[in-house]
């Protein structure tokens, strides 16, 4: 980078961002007309890895919207096996090792090589997978399960000085929209109506994503993203180009579907302006559109 540019970035991210991560918020999780009124796909969401972000702690909001639309949540609490995954329809992992009682253990591998293999082949079989990792450590701690699907993830932070979120003077909220072309041409972001059609989604600082060939990047990185790896401690010798790269990606993956994400806050309630509830963006619908895609009703 230019020097000039270089010092542009480090003004901007020694700039503190409104809102921040709370335990407990106020979020509308009702869906006005449910996907599934008949029959209600199983959702296992998995709290047996160390799991920063669990089904009633600070991913209710999530769990409180697939509940509204249908789906039936289930804490997993066991280690991931072709007995422990079978009758769920879809997999949801959020930043798995996170947890760790020891800081040192939390960018560990957080599945066995096994555990991963089962993944795999229960996807394979039919299963569908969503997986969400921020950046290091629960990227790298969930590095290995990423793998599997041919998915790399960059562990470190990830910064957009073109499509950054200037209201928030934070380079690692990255504004996703139509406009600056960082949305995808999928299924997910149509929607089944214009009604459900995504026009915004905000990131709320994570890591990037780089999917197989065959894999569709939802939320595509501007060719001026970087990679760095201290946000606290900016130094332009250390940021690498993210250009080419994204922050979610879905992929086909045998009889089965993956979507994986970089960034965990923007896919759940955590502050009054954090995360959906964040004013002007699609972010609760991008929810909603993603299980629906994994589920099948988006074809």
């Not at 139509?178 to 214009?194: C, E, F, K, V």
Request: hydrophobic share 45%; net charge neutral.
């Amino acid at each position: 980078m230019t020097r000039l540019f270089a010092a542009f970035v480090i003004s901007l991210l020694s700039i503190p961002a409104p809102g921040r991560q709370e335990d407990a918020v106020v979020f509308d999780g009702v869906v006005k007309n449910p996907a599934y009124t008949a029959n209600h796909p199983q959702v296992l969401f998995d709290e047996a890895h160390f799991n920063f972000y669990t089904a009633a702690g600070r991913y209710k909001p999530f769990t409180d919207l697939l509940n509204s639309d249908g789906y039936r949540i289930v804490p997993n609490k066991e280690k991931f096996s072709a007995q422990s995954l079978t009758g769920s329809d879809v997999l949801v992992i959020a930043n798995a090792g996170f947890a760790q009682p020891d800081v040192a253990d939390r960018s560990k591998p957080a599945f066995t090589d096994e555990e991963c293999a089962a993944v795999r082949e229960w996807v394979g079989q039919g299963g569908a997978l969503l997986l969400i990792a921020d950046h290091a450590p629960p990227g790298t701690a969930a590095a290995k399960l990423a793998a599997a699907f041919d998915v790399e993830m960059g562990r470190r932070f990830t910064i957009d000085p073109v499509n950054y979120e200037q209201a928030a003077n934070n380079l690692s909220w990255i504004n996703y929209s139509r406009a600056n072309r960082g949305l995808a041409d999928h299924p997910i972001m149509r929607g089944r109506a214009s009604s459900e059609r995504i026009n915004r989604v905000l990131s709320f600082t994570g890591q990037s994503l780089k999917g197989p060939k065959e894999s569709v990047p939802l939320l595509i990185l501007s060719p001026g993203a970087y990679d760095i790896v201290d946000l606290s401690r900016p130094d332009p010798a250390t940021m690498t180009s993210a250009a080419g790269r994204a922050q979610a990606v879905a992929l086909a993956s045998g009889k089965g579907r993956v979507v994986v994400f970089g960034e965990a806050a923007m896919l759940t309630a955590q502050g009054q302006n954090f995360g959906m509830n964040y004013p002007g963006v699609d972010n609760r619908q991008l929810v909603l559109n993603v299980m629906h895609w994994l589920t099948g009703l988006l074809k």
